[in-house]
Nanobody
Framework: QLQLVESGGGLVQPGGSLRLSCAAS????????IGWFRQAPGKEREGVSC????????NYADTVEGRFTISRDNAKKTLYLQMNNLQPEDTAVYYC???????????????????WGTGTLVTVSS
């Protein structure tokens, strides 16, 4: 059974940092393009960042560019999202998701993802 489990969320003050992890099980993570998404209260889900199967291609939403860094360790079957200089508007439930494809590509469209984790809550507040 394919599973994605996020961790690392929590409460942080503005300007602080968190590192989210997404552990994959039930498949080889390098078979999948992976993305991070978030959904804030009362808002639609949005793509935050993505990594291709190979890890060579990454992309970021304009709102997080320069502050967030995506990475993956295929040997550990784990995806990471380093988040720096967090702001209150980053408060959301963060999800990792997998897109199964033989093509290594960066996918940040939620509708194209095949598997989702259950999410981890990030709250940025003083």
């Amino acid at each position: 059974q394919l599973q994605l489990v996020e961790s690392g969320g929590g409460l942080v003050q503005p300007g602080g940092s968190l590192r989210l992890s997404c552990a994959a099980s039930g498949f080889t993570s390098d078979d999948y393009n992976i993305g991070w998404f978030r959904q804030a209260p009362g808002k639609e889900r949005e793509g935050v960042s993505c990594s291709s199967r190979s890890g060579l291609s990454t992309n970021y939403a304009d709102t997080v560019e320069g502050r967030f860094t995506i990475s993956r360790d295929n040997a550990k079957k784990t995806l990471y999202l380093q988040m720096n200089n967090l702001q209150p508007e980053d408060t959301a439930v963060y999800y990792c998701a997998a897109h199964k494809s033989i093509i290594s590509m960066c996918v940040m469209s939620g509708g194209r993802m095949n598997y989702w984790g259950t999410g981890t809550l990030v709250t940025v507040s003083s």
